[in-house]
């Protein structure tokens, strides 16, 4: 029974009770708080990640196709480069876009259903957006320093 110092039918010490830590309930919850706007900015970068790149992309395409056009052609110089080679880049760039962005996506969802894996693929995500400078870098610190550590590793798995 709750408060009785020993065991009735063998006469052996209990333990107490643990108190609960003082204040956890509240970093928890201040830290879920932080998790939460942490997974709307990984929202809004893949959102932007993948805007940016299409655009970029097709600005690519548009004036490679116009600028390459004498050589892939033959003209001016000796040499012609292959005409699957322009094309070949542009899909694969747009290949590493799509990746980078919906791995961003998924680092924002996990991170919003407090998964454990969420916080695995933020960190991974983050490692890969630290070069993306000047939001791929900032968030990328921001969620290292929010997700690393022990105490921030406790805090996020009391969440789960």
């Known amino acids: 029974a709750p408060g009785q110092g020993f065991c009735p039918q063998c006469g052996r010490q209990v333990a107490p009770a643990v108190p609960p830590v003082p204040g956890l309930q509240f970093q ?3 830290y879920a708080g932080k998790v939460k ?11 932007f990640s993948l805007l940016a790149g299409i655009a970029a992309l097709a600005f690519a395409k548009a004036f490679l196709s116009g ?20 094309p070949a880049i542009i899909h694969f760039a747009l290949i590493a876009v799509i990746i980078r962005s919906g791995l961003a996506l998924l680092a924002g969802f996990g991170l919003w259903q407090r998964t454990e894996w969420g916080r695995i693929v933020a960190i991974v995500a983050s490692v890969f957006s630290l070069l993306r400078f000047p939001l791929g870098t900032a968030l990328g610190v921001w ?3 929010m997700l690393l ?9 009391q969440m789960t």
């Open 37 to 47: 706007v942490l997974s709307i900015f990984w929202f809004i970068y893949a959102g």
């Open 28 to 30: 928890v919850e201040s």
């Open 149 to 157: 550590g022990y105490r921030n590793t406790t805090l996020y798995e």
């Open 67 to 86: 600028f390459l056009a004498p050589w892939i052609h033959g003209q001016d110089t000796g040499a012609q480069m292959p005409m699957w080679l322009l």
């Open 143 to 145: 969620t290292m320093v």
